[in-house]
């Protein structure tokens, strides 16, 4: 079984860890004008894909 044979500081973890992001959906503007988030229905007009 594969076994560290040092422990790993925290410098070096925090260094592996900087590419775990939160990243936000940006809202997406629908042809009648009114702004949505990626796939979801359009309150307005009931429509999935415009």
Do not use: E
Request: glycine share 4%; aromatic share 8%.
């Amino acid at each position: 079984m594969a076994v560290p044979k040092r422990r790993v500081s925290k410098t070096r973890a925090a260094k592996r860890r900087t590419h775990y992001k939160v990243v936000l959906a940006t809202p997406i503007k629908d042809k009648d004008g009114s702004w949505r988030m990626p796939h979801r229905v359009n309150k307005f007009t009931g429509i999935y894909k415009s």
